[in-house]
């Protein structure tokens, strides 16, 4: 018999500390569904108090999120809702704050934190040790008079004086905490070092044996996952991890990472999960393409290249046996190695079961999401010579999902010649049994691109107003490509002012005619700058120093095509935001744990 290892998921929170990196309400709570349907134990939803817009989107995740079952229930499955966890200073207002964000969860949890290391209490705090034990028991109380799950994190635990925090981890436990993380704050540690604290502080705290004892490990060197399975070998038996292992610096410890690990040696850790391995994968490019931060081709487990073998050698051994090379089946992780190929006539069934194989079964995709999904593509068969490919599957479902994360109107956007032509005798007749979905504000009906060597670019875009309910058209010139021209062009129409933070393309597949994926980050051209002259004043965008950001992602055979609709998702979002949600910069919510 082995222990429940506890995940406690923290892409949310410091996960969003990534550099470059800010989601907004909507993004949060798609990912936090996905977090839900694959298993984790505790989601920490992010920082309430850093402004309203921050714990509206908490919030909304402890509503929403909090009840959710599927993918959670069975032989080997959590059996539980989520517990959704809210950070905290050991101040009254962001504890009660914390509480007032989560308390809706049918599961919730306050996480406290202060800092215990001498320095941090010297430069940082000025405290001394005793009022640094006092704030501990008077913070964990007050949070324990609210929530009966109380989570208290030392701040630069593995800096701080060993016999000293052994005397403020007691005092938490005291005062009601019932679960104690040891941050590696800094990434400092050797996986030794941090087995032999977590041991130590197990063996020599009073009232250790009460508590769950958790990880929280930084990669600063490399170690993050080492230190945080060597903390498990120690006793601890909570990780504190991030999808894809983002966070601040050089980030956080890799959810899968530690979960395959587990997996792989259940006779090595004392410890068990319940975890659905097989939606690893497809919750990983969803982490990915809604943050902007990619995963580089070699990263363990989930890298587009964890299950490749180029070298002669290694392939004759995997067609020969697989385990010779393998010690993780793809399959078991949600890389797909089956043969089920998908063609321009393969219809609604197979489709379907080729979204669950790779992870997006269940409540994964709203019926409405699956129909645009198949229609398109049934669109993109049409335009293959060499099938849909998984990687042509999962950039599907992705474009789905940025486009009903942007903003919407009442009215569909009445269909044109073109696009009755485009649905009609060359689709199979499932695939009209589609509900009418909401338009964006700005649809492209038109688009005409003019470009060479030796010549000025020239885009010429027509776009559906669904506010002004009626088609607008402009021209624009570049120096700088044909994309530039039709960004300029919808500039123009929009009357918008807009700064672009990051492009970036991708192929989905091999071949001419590969998906291109592009995803675009936005904002307000300037906000920074009317951010810093507004200063903090009351009632603004600017009162917490927030500039909105916004990405869209679109896929197309064609990547301006698949250019235009991903910027035309993300200004729709824009538009369509409401400022009373604008969420705190990652300034406002950086905290260092």
Not at 490 to 497: A, K, M, N, S, V
Not at 533 to 557: I, Q
Request: hydrophobic share 35%; charged share 20%; glycine share 8%.
């Amino acid at each position: 018999m082995t222990d429940k290892l506890i995940v406690f998921d923290t892409t949310l929170r410091d996960g969003e500390q990534s550099p470059g990196v800010t989601l907004n309400t909507e993004e949060k709570i798609e990912i936090a569904r996905q977090l839900a349907r694959l298993g984790v134990d505790v989601i920490e939803a992010g920082f309430p108090v850093a402004s309203p817009g921050d714990f509206n989107a908490v919030q909304r995740i402890a509503r929403e999120v909090g009840p959710l079952m599927d993918g959670r229930t069975g032989e080997g499955r959590v059996n539980a809702p989520v517990t959704i966890c809210g950070l905290a200073r050991c101040v009254e207002n962001d504890i009660q704050t914390a509480y007032d964000a989560i308390k809706d969860a049918p599961r919730h949890r306050i996480h406290v934190f202060l800092a215990t290391s001498d320095i941090h209490l010297e430069f940082k705090l000025k405290i001394s040790r005793e009022q640094c034990k006092q704030r501990i028991r008077e913070m964990v109380g007050f949070a324990k008079a609210r929530c009966q799950d109380i989570e208290f994190s030392p701040e630069d635990a593995g800096r701080s004086d060993r016999a000293f925090l052994t005397e403020a981890l007691a005092v938490a436990i005291e005062a009601g905490a019932t679960t104690l993380n040891i941050p590696d704050t800094v990434g400092y540690n050797t996986p030794q070092q941090y087995g032999e604290l977590i041991r130590y502080l197990r063996e020599n705290t009073r009232g250790a044996d009460s508590v769950v004892w958790s990880t929280h490990c930084h990669n600063d060197l490399g170690l993050a996952t080492a230190n945080s399975l060597a903390g498990v070998s120690n006793g601890a038996r909570q990780v504190e991890v991030a999808m894809n292992g983002i966070g601040e610096r050089a980030g956080n410890t890799a959810l899968e990472e530690v979960v395959m690990n587990v997996h792989t040696h259940p006779q090595v850790y004392p410890v068990h999960h319940t975890i659905n391995t097989r939606l690893l994968f497809s919750t990983s490019r969803m982490v990915a393409d809604l943050s902007g931060m990619s995963v580089q081709a070699n990263k363990a487990i989930v890298g587009r290249n964890a299950f490749l073998h180029e070298s002669g050698i290694h392939q004759d051994g995997v067609l020969k046996n697989k385990q010779t090379y393998e010690i993780i089946r793809p399959e078991d992780v949600g890389v797909t190695t089956g043969n089920l190929a998908l063609g321009k006539h393969s219809g609604r069934h197979a489709f379907k079961t080729k979204l669950e194989e790779l992870g997006y079964g269940g409540s994964a995709l709203s019926d409405t999401q699956f129909q645009q999904a198949f229609v398109k593509f049934k669109s993109l068969a049409d335009s293959k010579k060499s099938g849909v490919t998984d990687g042509d599957m999962h950039a599907l479902v992705a474009d789905v999902r940025s486009a009903a994360l942007s903003g919407s109107t009442d009215s569909p956007a009445p269909a044109t010649q073109a696009t009755q032509a485009a649905t009609s005798t060359d689709m199979p007749a499932d695939a009209h049994d589609q509900p009418e979905p909401k338009s964006q504000r700005f649809v492209l009906r038109h688009m005409q691109v003019f470009t060479g060597v030796g010549i000025t670019p020239t885009a010429t875009v027509t776009l559906y107003d669904a506010q002004a309910g009626r088609d607008v058209t402009d021209v624009a010139l570049a120096q700088n490509g044909p994309i530039e021209a039709v960004y300029s062009a919808i500039q123009r129409i929009t009357g918008l002012q807009i700064e672009l933070l990051n492009f970036s393309v991708s192929a989905t597949s091999e071949g001419q005619d590969t998906l291109g994926k592009v995803a675009v980050r936005v904002a307000h051209a300037g906000s920074t700058q009317q951010a810093q002259e507004a200063g903090k004043t009351e009632g603004t965008l600017t009162a917490y120093g927030a500039e909105p950001k916004f990405t869209g992602l679109s896929t197309n055979v064609d990547i301006i095509t698949a250019s235009a609709n991903a910027y035309l998702t993300a200004l729709n979002r824009l538009v369509a935001h409401d400022a009373s949600q604008t969420r705190a910069s990652q300034q406002e919510r950086n905290v260092n744990i």
